[in-house]
């Protein structure tokens, strides 16, 4: 069965905290991405990879920075937590090939409070 | 301008009964996918059904059917048969094929089904 595994389904941090959210995909996908889900907000694009060592900025990525060092691992880093980055992340993986009939395969989300 | 609008936020349906879910979208690309996901109380969206702008038919995966009309740039969901457990957030998505792999989500749209 194909998977996205997200390392944490909850996480407390403090505020300050260096918060290091992990996304391993067994796919072979060469696309990951990183979304932010908010009440009322939808999901918003974070940021996304197309490659190893490879790393585009999404709509919001301000206060997080990625990292793509392996095919299947896709890193989010909050550099220093603050209260609202509170929120559920999701991760994503979906092919590289050309066309668009390829959908994401979503990990089952990090619900991330900041206290 | 939002690039997929979901208009209902919220809808009910009686168990056994068939439900639309509208979503519209806006693009001038000549290729794109359209997807439709469903994300349960427990967060993890899955990927429930696709289309293409190139076809001819319908997409249908079981009690799930897509009502696409090209013209008007709608992609509705269509869910015969309601059962409780369809009870959930859905979400509209798009991929173009200009941009790169990324998918664009509407706001989504919370479905509860009554016994």
């Known amino acids: 069965d194909v998977k996205v595994t997200q390392s944490s389904r909850y996480l407390v941090k403090r505020t300050g905290e260096k918060v290091f959210l992990e996304c391993v995909q067994d796919m072979d996908h060469e696309n990951m991405f990183w979304y932010r889900q908010d009440p009322g907000l939808g999901l918003r694009l974070i940021y996304f990879?197309?490659?190893?060592?490879?790393?585009e900025k999404g709509d919001i990525p301000e206060g997080y920075s990625v990292s793509r060092e392996k095919k299947e691992r896709f890193s989010l880093i909050l550099e220093s937590a603050s209260t609202n980055q509170t929120s559920m992340y999701l991760c994503a993986s979906s092919s590289g090939q050309g066309g668009t009939n390829y959908g994401y395969t979503f990990g089952s989300g990090t619900r991330l409070t900041v206290v | 301008a939002q690039k997929i609008t979901q208009t209902q936020p919220g809808m009910f349906v009686q168990e056994k009964e068939a439900v639309t879910l509208d979503c519209t979208y806006d693009?001038?690309?000549?290729?794109?996918?359209l997807f439709w996901y469903k994300q349960p109380s427990s967060g993890e969206m899955i990927f429930l059904i696709y289309q293409g702008s190139y076809d001819q038919q319908n997409a249908t995966e079981g009690r799930y059917s897509l009502n696409f009309q090209k013209a008007r740039k709608s992609a509705n969901l269509v869910i015969s048969a309601s059962q409780l457990g369809d009870s959930a957030m859905y979400f509209c998505?798009?991929?173009?094929?200009?941009?790169?792999?990324?998918?664009?989500f509407g706001d989504g749209t919370t479905l509860t089904v009554k016994p």
């Open positions: 693009t001038s690309d000549p290729s794109y996918g």
């Open positions: 998505a798009m991929r173009e094929i200009t941009n790169a792999g990324k998918s664009t």
């Open positions: 990879s197309y490659d190893v060592k490879m790393k």
